[in-house]
């Protein structure tokens, strides 16, 4: 279990928890909250105090944001110990070894240069 505290504006990065299941219980303030399905489905709902959200094993996060609400606090729990995190960029822009930047480019149908650049702000 974690506690996590959303300043105005706030936001945790898109990420994923490989090996859990989420679930989050708001204590203070309104979150927005949502996740990816296998089907490119956005599910989002905004969450206030009193309410869970819960987010299925390895689907991305595309949020938690704090979105002009004000501070939220919400507390997390996971059924593994051993949840793992992997934050998306991070995973695409900042890999050891790198992922070629064509291979990116591709993926995200822009150029080389636009990868190159997003590859920067990484290092």
């Given at each position: 279990m974690a506690r996590i505290d959303?300043?105005?504006?706030?936001?945790?990065?898109?990420?994923?928890?490989?090996?859990?299941?989420?679930?989050?219980?708001v204590t203070h303030g309104v979150l927005e909250v949502g996740f990816i399905t296998t089907a490119n489905k956005l599910f989002a709902k905004?969450?206030?105090v009193g309410e869970v959200f819960v987010f299925p094993l390895a689907r991305a996060r595309a949020l938690p944001a704090e979105r002009g609400h004000g501070p939220t606090s919400v507390i997390a729990a996971f059924n593994s110990q051993l949840q793992g995190t992997q934050v998306i960029a991070n995973t695409l822009f900042a890999a050891t070894p790198p992922v070629p930047s064509d291979v990116l480019a591709k993926a995200f149908r822009v150029g080389n240069e636009d990868i190159d650049a997003v590859k920067a702000k990484f290092k």
């Amino acid at each position: 279990m974690a506690r996590i505290d959303y300043s105005p504006g706030g936001q945790n990065l898109p990420h994923t928890h490989p090996r859990a299941t989420e679930i989050i219980y708001v204590t203070h303030g309104v979150l927005e909250v949502g996740f990816i399905t296998t089907a490119n489905k956005l599910f989002a709902k905004t969450v206030t105090v009193g309410e869970v959200f819960v987010f299925p094993l390895a689907r991305a996060r595309a949020l938690p944001a704090e979105r002009g609400h004000g501070p939220t606090s919400v507390i997390a729990a996971f059924n593994s110990q051993l949840q793992g995190t992997q934050v998306i960029a991070n995973t695409l822009f900042a890999a050891t070894p790198p992922v070629p930047s064509d291979v990116l480019a591709k993926a995200f149908r822009v150029g080389n240069e636009d990868i190159d650049a997003v590859k920067a702000k990484f290092k």
